[in-house]
T-cell receptor
Framework: GDSVTQMEGPVTLSEEAFLTINCTYT??????LFWYVQYPGEGLQLLLK?????DKGSNKGFEATYRKETTSFHLEKGSVQVSDSAVYFC????????????FGTGTRLTVIP | EAGVTQFPSHSVIEKGQTVTLRCDPI?????LYWYRRVMGKEIKFLLH????????ESGMPNNRFLAERTGGTYSTLKVQPAELEDSGVYFC??????????FGPGTRLTVL
């Protein structure tokens, strides 16, 4: 079945450090891929997405590239800020049929000044 | 525009009791989803409404869970009787037809 495997946390980085959170997926067909972020006390927010192979999603300095050959969608940011501290979830949705999302376990990121 | 709201934000109940969670989607969103995150694990899909109809309830864990969506507006998720393993965070999301999902802040349920 469809699933997402996400790098386990927690991850603690100093401000301005480089961030990578790994995400790989298993799916039939060609899913859409997403990164969601949950800031403390808030709901999940869509951070970025990619709908086909080699697409790059980007937002707020974060990037992720849809790699079909490695079934991956790793999240990266060149210089993290304290305000990036949150839980990050990788997710996929089938392109056709049901629109429900399949999520990874989430990675908690803490950025220290 | 108001976002997706969920009530209550926290609920602590004893095993065997009943709890009802409520979700108010964004106005005009036909699609409504329920998800659950058990401690430390992935967020799992529970069910999907299109207006008042259940489109997909394949993720509902067992018949102790009952979801309704009155008149295609707000939705409730009732757990009766609650068990320890039902503890977790329950998320609701809504979307217009075939578009990105907007999530609520979640309800944290603790069953003692």
């Amino acid at each position: 079945g469809d699933s997402v495997t996400q790098m386990e946390g927690p991850v603690t980085l100093s401000e301005e450090a480089f961030l990578t959170i790994n995400c790989t997926y298993t799916a039939t067909g060609y899913p859409s891929l997403f990164w969601y972020v949950q800031y403390p006390g808030e709901g999940l927010q869509l951070l970025l997405k990619a709908t086909k192979a080699d697409d790059k999603g980007s937002n707020k300095g974060f990037e992720a590239t849809y790699r079909k050959e490695t079934t991956s969608f790793h999240l990266e940011k060149g210089s993290v800020q304290v305000s990036d501290s949150a839980v990050y979830f990788c997710a996929l949705a089938r392109q056709t049929g049901a629109n429900n999302l399949f999520f990874g376990t989430g990675t908690r990121l803490t950025v220290i000044p | 525009e108001a976002g997706v709201t969920q009530f209550p934000s926290h609920s602590v109940i004893e095993k065997g009791q009943t709890v009802t969670l409520r979700c108010d989607p964004i106005s005009g969103h036909d699609n409504l989803y329920w998800y659950r995150r058990v401690m430390g694990k992935e967020i799992k899909f529970l069910l999907h409404f299109v207006k008042e109809s259940k489109q997909d309830e394949s993720g509902m864990p067992n018949n102790r869970f009952l979801a309704e969506r009155t008149g295609g507006t707000y939705s409730t998720l009732k757990v009766q009787p609650a068990e320890l393993e039902d503890s977790g965070v329950y998320f609701c999301a809504s979307s217009p037809l075939s578009a990105k999902q907007f999530f609520g802040p979640g309800t944290r349920l603790t069953v003692l």
